[in-house]
Structure formats: structure tokens, C-alpha cells
């Protein structure tokens, strides 16, 4: 296993980014991912907008995961709508 920072920006509104965050996990734990830390950052403006938002609410993971995986949880991750942005970066 290989370990990942990964860090993701929902939408703010409440009931989507609490349907973003339980699909993140369940993909997570479909693929075997060890979550080793997630930290909620908040809502923050972003730079430019995205999705029509100018708004975020960014989440941080540290987990570990086969390298694999991360193509297939990424295809996964760009389908769903709640998800506005997000980016893996191997340690």
C-alpha cells in the first residue's frame, strides 16, 4: 500500500456535502482504502468559481491505497455531482 494526501472540495450546501462525504467513504471502503486522517477544513471562497459556486467546503484525507485503485476511485469521484474538485497527491 501506498500512501496518498488527498484533498476534496464539495459543495456547501449541507445535504450535499453529506452525500459527497458517505460516497467518498463508501468508495473508500469498496476499494480497501485505509483512512488514516480526515480533517474538515471548512467553507472557504474559492479562487475562481467552479460549477457556478464560489464557495467550497474542503476536506483532507491521508489514507493508504494500492495504486490501482486511485484510477478507478478517480473515474468514480468525477461522475458524482456533490464533488466540485478534488486531487490525489502520493507521499
Same mark, same amino acid.
Given at each position: 500500500?501506498?500512501?496518498?494526501?488527498? &484533498?476534496?472540495?464539495?459543495?456547501?450546501?449541507?445535504?450535499? &456535502?453529506?452525500?459527497?462525504? &458517505?460516497?467518498?467513504?463508501?468508495?473508500?471502503?469498496?476499494?480497501?482504502?485505509?483512512?488514516?486522517?480526515?480533517?474538515?477544513?471548512?467553507?472557504?471562497?474559492?479562487?475562481?468559481?467552479?460549477?457556478?459556486?464560489?464557495?467550497?467546503?474542503?476536506?483532507?484525507?491521508?489514507?493508504?491505497?494500492?495504486?490501482?485503485?486511485?484510477?478507478?476511485?478517480?473515474?468514480?469521484?468525477?461522475?458524482?455531482?456533490?464533488?466540485?474538485?478534488?486531487?490525489?497527491?502520493?507521499?
Amino acid at each position: 500500500m501506498k500512501g496518498y494526501e488527498f &484533498t476534496v472540495i464539495l459543495s456547501v450546501d449541507d445535504e450535499l &456535502t453529506d452525500k459527497g462525504l &458517505t460516497f467518498i467513504n463508501d468508495e473508500f471502503a469498496k476499494n480497501n482504502v485505509n483512512i488514516i486522517k480526515q480533517e474538515d477544513l471548512g467553507v472557504k471562497l474559492l479562487a475562481y468559481p467552479i460549477k457556478k459556486q464560489d464557495k467550497g467546503h474542503y476536506v483532507y484525507f491521508e489514507i493508504e491505497a494500492e495504486p490501482n485503485c486511485i484510477n478507478s476511485i478517480n473515474n468514480e469521484f468525477l461522475l458524482q455531482g456533490s464533488i466540485l474538485k478534488f486531487l490525489f497527491v502520493s507521499k
